[in-house]
């Protein structure tokens, strides 16, 4: 009779822990047992019990009954990953974005640059929604959506980064080819609005401006999207306009950008 050998799992103690908190999925806040994220994060029972009993003492894991939950701890730690100039924006503008709803219908967007992605602050929902990769506090490659297109086109040093990297799609209509993406930056800048035409989603079309702060320094942008049978984004142009220089005006008399900036010399 032949004896099977266990297999050795050398991934170190940190690689064990990731794969348990990313294996709870759709089911972080409800729970799941052990015996399912083991399976999951392809850990023996023994191993992921270990792991989640130390998850659990340092508050990134609860533990509810004979199941497990991703903890509050780590929602706290996760807001930290955002600045808190975002914060600061999403406040002043959703008023704003609210106003670009009634003026539209159609889902809209506020939106931050987070590196070479794009980070969305708050959204509305249209009543004609199409599956989009948007959701707040999700990330986005700028290169892919029109927000953050128009935020890269109005900063040098976020135009340098995301046309020096390689470009990866979400559809077949991304832009991967950086001499095209550079040359559409330019023509964003000149005419202060971009559009994407199903390069973050297929069926999704958006259109985006920028929302300035002190200094003219974009900090923001709004979008309004729709599904691309009986939406026409240019013709979002003129509300999408007027109500960015509103929030423009509002933002800057916020201090919103140099009020951080003040706080970071003084620390």
Known sequence: MTTLTPT?????????????????????STGLGVSELARRAELSKST??????????NGVVEKVGS???????LHDLGTKVYSAEHEM?????????ADLYEMTHETVHVAALHGTDVVYLAKLFGHRRVPSPSRVGGRVPAHCTAVGKVLVAFSPSAFDAVTAAPLHALTPRSVTDTEV??????RIRQEGI???DQE???GLNCVAVPVFGAGGRPLAALSVSGPVAGFD??????????????????????GVGSTLRRQRAIA
């Open 194 to 196: 971009a559009f994407d």
């Open 8 to 28: 050795r799992d050398d991934r170190a103690a940190v690689d064990k822990a990731v794969s348990l908190l990313v294996s709870f999925g759709e089911q972080a």
């Open 233 to 254: 984004p240019r013709a979002q142009a003129v509300p999408l306009r007027r109500v960015a220089h509103a929030a423009s005006v509002a933002l800057q008399r916020s």
């Open 181 to 186: 993406l550079a040359a559409q930056l330019v």
């Open 48 to 57: 992921a019990f270990r792991v989640l009993g130390m998850l659990v003492r």
């Open 67 to 73: 199941s497990y939950r991703l903890g509050s701890r």
């Open 200 to 202: 973050a989603a297929p």
């Open 89 to 97: 924006l999403r406040e002043v503008l959703t008023p704003f974005l």
